[in-house]
Nanobody, 116 residues
């Protein structure tokens, strides 16, 4: 059974930092593209960042230069370091693991609130 468990969300002031973690089980982690998505209130879910199996990364324009995605295959964990947070980063953040068209799994989400 595939399980993705996110942690690290919370309340932070604008300009602050948070690091999200997602621990995966039930999958061959190193074979999966790992990604972070978010859904802000009243908006559709959007891709934030993803990291390929070879370590190559891709970011949404809105977070480039502020967020960093990384993975530790030995720990089956993907991270999202979020710096210089803005109020518009407030959202539920979801971890995603996918491999081709046969495997696509989601975590339960973790709330990030950026507010003064």
């Amino acid at each position: 059974q595939v399980q993705l468990v996110e942690s690290g969300g919370g309340l932070v002031q604008p300009g602050g930092s948070l690091r999200l973690s997602c621990v995966a089980s039930g999958i061959a982690f190193s074979d999966h593209i790992m990604g972070w998505y978010r859904r802000a209130p009243g908006k559709r879910r959007e891709s934030v960042a993803f990291i390929n199996t070879d370590g190559a990364t891709n970011y949404a324009d809105s977070v480039k230069g502020r967020f960093t995605i990384s993975r530790d295959n030995a720990k089956n964990t993907v991270y999202l370091q979020m710096d210089s947070l803005k109020t518009e980063d407030t959202a539920v953040y979801y971890c995603n693991a996918r491999r081709g068209i046969s495997s696509n799994s989601w975590g339960q989400g973790t709330q990030v609130t950026v507010s003064s």
